[in-house]
């Protein structure tokens, strides 16, 4: 049974940092494309940053680029999510989500097949 679990969020201010990551054990993780999405309360889920399955091509959401990092290590079968210069706007629930090698682009997520169940991240001004 696939499972993708998140860990790393929590409650941090304003230009703060936060490293999150998703460990997803039973999934044959280098065949699979990984992204980060977020939920705010009472808004859709957005995409935020995806990785393609050999860590080389990246894409990232205009509002979090040149702000936050995704990596990967495939051998530790775990997604990274480094998240800098934090702002209120970021707060959300973020979900880590593993899809086939052609959802890294363009942030479509009926193209991710498994999802975690999330990971709070609070950031006070």
Do not use: H
């Not at 935020?48 to 091509?57: C, D, M, P, Q, T």
Request: contains cysteine; proline residues 3%.
């Amino acid at each position: 049974q696939v499972q993708l679990v998140e860990s790393g969020g929590g409650l941090v201010q304003a230009g703060d940092s936060l490293r999150l990551s998703c460990v997803a054990p039973g999934l044959t993780f280098r065949g699979y494309a990984m992204g980060w999405f977020r939920q705010a309360p009472g808004k859709e889920r957005d995409f935020v940053a995806a990785i393609r399955w050999n860590g080389i091509s990246t894409y990232y959401a205009n509002s979090v680029k040149g702000r936050f990092t995704i990596s990967r290590d495939n051998a530790k079968d775990t997604v990274y999510l480094q998240m800098n210069s934090l702002k209120p706007e970021d707060t959300a629930v973020y979900y880590c989500a593993a899809g086939s090698d052609s959802a890294w682009y363009g942030g479509d997520p009926a193209r991710y097949n498994y999802w975690g169940q999330g990971t709070q991240v609070t950031v006070s001004s």
